[in-house]
């Protein structure tokens, strides 16, 4: 088992910037690729980025490539999201989830296991 929690969510004006952070205990955090997803207001939760679990490679939705980073620290056993140029549209709970097995990045379904979420709130 893993157990995953995410921090660091809260309000912000249009244009500024939040850190996510993510930590992991359980299981060898460093041996498992993680992702991060929002869920807007209702609607279905939607990828946000993702990383391998080397650090090395990263993945982005259009809509927040350039303004968001994923990031790892394996050491201390969490991954981050650093959030800039944040916009009205960005507001969502966040969630950080690790993909034990295959399949797609995009898709939740290939996710095994995930946090209980934080809010951000982006006001206009």
């Known amino acids: 088992q893993v157990q995953l929690v995410e921090s660091g969510g809260g309000l912000v004006q249009t244009g500024g910037s939040l850190r996510l952070s993510c930590e992991a205990s359980?299981?060898?955090?460093?041996?498992?690729?993680m992702g991060w997803f929002r869920r807007p207001a209702g609607k279905e939760r939607e990828f946000v980025g993702r990383?391998?679990?080397?650090?090395?490679?990263?993945l982005y939705a259009n809509s927040v490539k350039g303004r968001f980073t994923v990031s790892r620290d394996n050491a201390k056993n969490t991954a981050f999201l650093q959030m800039n140029s944040l916009k009205p549209e960005d507001t969502a709970v966040y969630y950080c989830?690790?993909?034990?097995?295959?399949?797609?990045?995009?898709?939740?379904?290939?996710?095994?296991?995930w946090g209980q979420g934080t809010q951000v709130t982006v006001s206009s």
């Open positions: 989830a690790i993909k034990v097995s295959g399949g797609s990045y995009y898709s939740t379904s290939n996710y095994n296991y």
């Open positions: 359980g299981r060898a955090f460093s041996n498992y690729d």
């Open positions: 990383i391998t679990k080397s650090g090395g490679f990263t």
